[in-house]
């Protein structure tokens, strides 16, 4: 039996009932052979020929079997054992792919990069999650935590009822601490209309449903690219000349507003006020009169009116 590492691991409270509901509520076929793991193994020291999952990623994840191939392609890409994804890791992957389905837009391990950051759970360190990138938010309202996931730890048997065609053996059956983070990802105008086109309709994780889900998985794989959106570099008025650009804004507005019928409107009213301002001055005080000032300023520098 392999040694773990990354231990000790938390015995399984799952029991058959449990199992039997994964293949009755979440529409498994029987083909797949899943079962509790034997006393000792853990999600590290599984057997030869199986895999593990966590209950948690079919109960509220919307996983199922056979297992999607973007995921098991982003975990050989990754060098990552199957049982270090963390349940929050799966929701995000999930959303994201299931909208670009929508749209009929490939997304994967190219794609996750360019949205998300992979880091470790702080919760328990072996095991990564992924967190999104500064203003790339996509998916609302997904959870970070799980009630006992770990302890939901169930094996099943790989072969094609359960990976498909994919070669499972290209994803790592021990546990790795050298994951490497992704790298840096600038924003371009390829990923600006990605992320444009799968924020339609502002989507959020409970609209995520097994039944929603499962058309995504019935649909063709997406193959197109986003439109693309054009980066615009912010305009920033040159120092010491904010005011004056204000000013020169609010000239414009007003000058704009001459034309416009309300403008005109208002240009009046304020007229009609100030002639009958002027007329109540003069009625109150008749010998009241504009006259002009002059100002002499005498060789002795006193200003005199």
């Not at 000792?40 to 990623?57: D, K, L, N, V």
């Not at 299931?98 to 880091?119: M, T, Y």
Request: with cysteine; charged share 25%.
């Amino acid at each position: 039996m392999a040694l773990e590492k990354f231990g000790p691991h938390l015995k399984t409270i799952l029991e058959a009932k449990h199992i039997e509901a994964i293949y009755e509520l979440w529409g498994v076929d029987y083909t797949v052979e899943i079962e509790l793991p034997e006393d000792g193994r853990t999600p590290e020291t599984m057997r030869p020929g199986y895999g593990g999952a966590y209950m948690s990623h079919f109960e509220d994840g919307g996983l199922s079997f056979p297992l999607p191939r973007f995921l098991l392609e982003a975990l050989a890409e990754l060098k990552m054992a199957f049982t270090q994804m963390a349940t929050n890791f799966f929701r995000y992957f999930l959303a994201s792919w299931v909208r670009a389905q929508e749209e009929g837009l490939e997304f994967g391990f190219r794609e996750l990069k360019q949205l998300f950051a992979i880091k470790r759970n702080n919760g328990f360190p072996s095991t990564m999650i992924l967190a999104p990138r500064s203003g790339r938010v996509i998916i609302e309202g997904i959870p970070n935590k799980d009630d006992r996931w770990r302890e939901k730890f169930f094996v099943f048997k790989v072969n094609p009822a359960s990976v498909g065609d994919f070669d499972f053996e290209r994803i790592p059956r021990e546990w790795s601490d050298n994951i490497e983070p992704f790298s840096p990802a600038p924003m371009t105008p390829e990923l600006r209309g990605l992320m444009a086109t799968l924020r339609r309709g502002s989507p959020r994780w409970l609209a995520f449903t097994h039944d929603r889900i499962r058309t995504a998985y019935a649909l063709p794989s997406g193959v197109n690219r986003a439109t693309h959106v054009a980066l615009v570099a912010p305009v920033r008025p040159k120092k010491g000349r904010g005011n004056k650009r204000k000013r020169e804004n609010e000239v414009l507005l007003d000058c704009h507003d001459e034309f416009s019928e309300v403008g005109s409107l208002e240009r009046a009213q304020k007229i009609q006020r100030g002639l009958v301002h002027r007329s109540r001055l003069q009625a109150q005080s008749p010998g009241l009169q504009a006259r002009p000032v002059s100002i002499a300023i005498p060789a002795g520098g006193t200003r005199k009116a």
